[in-house]
């Protein structure tokens, strides 16, 4: 069988005050997958993604990163593999030039300045935010703030992106921005997301979390019409595909006509080149440092 590009075993996790978060997860992603990842508040979503690149051990089960269990020998070479883009985008600008926000990855990976500059500005350019490379990050229009730690996460030229909720908070031309955007990336996409037209047309399978437990797992085009089942977890069919309810089959692509076929995606930038230490952004998932592995 190929390779996992991640593969996910009966992992179980509890939080300090005793709030169990996953209980016996499993699940595999196949190399070039994109895949959903649904469910009501408080889930696990974000729980899961904190383990895909090790910011959260495991307390029972593994992750394995491209056949690899994630362990504290092989952790930073997961966290060059798997790119997370955390939901708040807070996390990742802090520097006086967005450039420097995006050249923080490269720079920790042991690139060159001369790499550096090369994939800032392919990162910069990929999201358009180029002409705001001189201005604080914490400047930047909230819209601009998710497409800018995105940059900086493909800026380390990731294999596997993990995204917590892209489209959070942002206004239906900056969705659409950043569907366009996901959608023109050839990685590997596990995208936690509440936005079903996001998850209706970027991915073709769909995982359900409710409390900590893996509900369902299939096409996205079965799982996300399921309308009971969707309800169950308090989620709901998205409006693109209610269309094709309707009478009017709307395919799953339809809305997003520049979608490529496979082999005329974008790449990420500079994918091939890297090496060590990879950027752990500053979050909270841990309620501490956020090096609990290293
Ligand atoms: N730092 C934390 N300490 C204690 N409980 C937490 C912490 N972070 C999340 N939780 C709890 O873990 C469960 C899963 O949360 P989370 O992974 O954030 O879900 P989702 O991302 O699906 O909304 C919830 O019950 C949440 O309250
Ligand atoms: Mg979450």
Known sequence: MKTSAIEVRDLAYRYPDGTLALDGISLRVAP?????????NGAGKSTLIGHLNGILPAQQGQVLIGGQAITPATLVQARQTVGV????????????????????????????????GRRVARALDHVGLRDQAAKPGLHL???QKKRAALAAVLAMAPRVLVLDEP???????????MIELLAGLDATLIVATHDMDLAWTLCGRALVLDGGRLMADGPAGVIMIDDALMHRHGL???????HRSAGQVVPQDSEYPHRHPP?????????EAVSPQS?????????GDGEDLA
């Open 279 to 287: 950027r752990v952004p500053a979050q909270r998932l841990a309620g």
């Open 141 to 143: 229009s909230f819209g």
């Open 85 to 116: 883009v955390f939901q708040d985008p807070d996390n990742m600008l802090f520097m006086t030039h967005l450039a420097d926000d995006v050249a923080f990855g490269p720079r920790n990976q042991g690139c060159g300045e001369e790499e550096v």
């Open 263 to 271: 082999g005329h995606v974008s790449r990420i930038p500079g994918r």
């Open 167 to 177: 489209t959070s908070n942002l206004d239906p031309r900056a969705k659409r921005a």
């Open 32 to 40: 070039g997958e994109r895949v959903a990842l649904l469910g009501p």
């Open 236 to 242: 709901e069919v998205p409006h693109l595909a209610l």
